[in-house]
Structure formats: structure tokens, C-alpha cells
């Protein structure tokens, strides 16, 4: 009696794999990857938010001080409010020229704001949503300080130090509108 044995086929079972498309992908794709970083760029700008008072700061509120905001939009231009303590809002707007912001304008109205309220440091910035980061970087570097004056050099003398307060205008600029 002859006892039936199995037979496996394991040598029909082989195949070639084709990685030609496979590797044509990575080909392709890794490139194009590595090209796509060397474009990015990260830019920061350092701004505080504003923060959430704690109960101490309730207990004991620091006294009134005038607010001032600065409203942009690409269509009206600069638009500053003026609050005082008690008191009513004072707007001054600086109106776009052809088509474009008025910085010049803007820096102006900023000193003249400065001049009659030296105490202010902060300034909300609330911007409309159709304001570009880059014109912000523009915005804030026009209101943060004064252009500084060019300076001859001499060897004669000893460099006069500079107040920080009458180049300053609005050292702390404030996003008003976060949360919208």
C-alpha cells in the first residue's frame, strides 16, 4: 500500500516583485520634498496678548491711565481712539494715500499722540482681517519708535547717550483683537 504524500508548491508560488513604480514615486517625491522646505520661514514678532486679570489685581486696580487704540484698515487707513480716564473718545484719522498706508502720516499722528499723553507706553493694535502680516511689521515698527536722526561720527568726543524716552513712542503694542 502506497501512502498518498502531499506535495507543496512552494516553487510555483514565487514571483517577481515590480518596484520600478514604487520607486519612480520616491524618485520623484523626495526632491520635491527637500526643495519645499529650503522655502519656508518662520517670522515672530514678540507681542504680548492680553491677559487674564488674577484677584489680586481686583482687590488693588492700578489706577486709570488713558488708552489709546489704532484701528487699520485697508480700505479707511489708521484710525486712532484716544480714551481717557474720564472723558470722552478722541479719534484721529489718517487717511490712506492712493490706495496705499500714509506711514508717514501715521508716525506724525503718533508723535503728536505721544506728546500730549508721554505716559502711555502701550498702544492696542486691532487690525481688520484684510491687513497683511507684512504691513503689520511695517505698522509696528512706525509706531514703536522714532526714525533715529543720522548721526555724524566724531573721534573728538564722547558719545552723548540717547534718552530712551524721547525716541520711544509706543514700545508695547498689544493685539486688541485676538479673540475675533
Not at 524618485?27 to 519645499?36: G, K, N, Q, R
Not at 522655502?39 to 496678548?49: G, N
Not at 502711555?120 to 502680516?133: K, Y
Amino acid at each position: 500500500m502506497r501512502m498518498r504524500t502531499r506535495r507543496t508548491r512552494a516553487t510555483d508560488s514565487t514571483f517577481d516583485l515590480n518596484l520600478a513604480p514604487f520607486l519612480d514615486i520616491i524618485v520623484s517625491v523626495v526632491p520635491m520634498l527637500l526643495l519645499s522646505v529650503a522655502f519656508v520661514q518662520i517670522k515672530m514678532i514678540e507681542a504680548p496678548t492680553p491677559q487674564i486679570v488674577n484677584q489680586s489685581q481686583m482687590k488693588n486696580p492700578p489706577k486709570p491711565q488713558t488708552t489709546i487704540a489704532l484701528k487699520v484698515s485697508k480700505a479707511e487707513g489708521f484710525s486712532f481712539e484716544i480714551t481717557p480716564p474720564k472723558g470722552k473718545v478722541r479719534r484721529i484719522a489718517v487717511i490712506n494715500k492712493g490706495g496705499q498706508f500714509d506711514l508717514s502720516g501715521l508716525l506724525v499722528a503718533a508723535e503728536q499722540i505721544k506728546a500730549e499723553h508721554p505716559e502711555v507706553n502701550e498702544l492696542q493694535l486691532i487690525p481688520d482681517g484684510d491687513v497683511s502680516f507684512d504691513d503689520l511689521v511695517h505698522i509696528m515698527d512706525q509706531v514703536r519708535q522714532k526714525p533715529s536722526p543720522v548721526v555724524q561720527a566724531s573721534f573728538d568726543a564722547d558719545p552723548v547717550p540717547v534718552d530712551p524716552s524721547k525716541v520711544q513712542l509706543f514700545p508695547n503694542v498689544i493685539f486688541g483683537n485676538v479673540g475675533s
